[in-house]
């Protein structure tokens, strides 16, 4: 299965492919129009994009109940994807896998209807010691969001 999300505001043209492989989850993914550096990045609970802000997006998706953390930890939201890394040109090229969720199977394990969400600041992987870092990463405000759909097979 192929999942896609495609940013339609402040970072328009930008996009997101995953592909399912086995208990793997393929993202790979070509943001533009990004300040240069670290960009939090995450999978929030609802496709809802009718706030310019990304607010109804909800918080990071977090079906086990755990505290927020970086890709590679155990105890971390299944949301929870790192860091995007932007060039001095503002464009951030990326391909990782996880198998912390899947876009098949149950709602909730499956990502598809969900949103991915870029942040201005870099995410401290909850180890930066603010207030936030345990729930947000101290990622700062959401730059942009779009809703991870059914996307067509390969041709």
């Not at 993914?29 to 609970?45: N, R």
Request: neutral net charge.
């Amino acid at each position: 299965m192929k999942g896609v999300a495609v940013f339609q505001n402040k970072l328009k043209g930008s996009y997101c492919t995953f592909y399912q492989d086995g208990d793997f989850v393929n993202i790979n993914g070509h943001i533009k129009g990004l300040t240069p550096g670290k960009h939090g990045f995450h999978i929030h609970t609802y496709g809802d994009l009718r706030s310019t802000d990304c607010t109804k997006c909800g918080g990071h998706w977090n079906p086990q109940g755990k505290q927020h953390g970086g890709l590679r930890d155990v105890n971390s939201h299944a949301g929870d994807l790192g860091n995007i890394i932007a060039k001095e040109d503002g464009i951030a090229e990326f391909h990782f896998k996880t198998d912390k969720f899947s876009l098949t199977g149950n709602v909730k394990d499956s990502v598809i209807g969900r949103s991915i969400v870029v942040h201005k600041d870099e995410d401290d992987l909850g180890r930066g010691g603010y207030p936030d870092s345990w729930t947000t990463g101290h990622a700062g405000p959401r730059l942009d969001c779009a809703v991870i759909g059914i996307g067509q097979p390969p041709q």
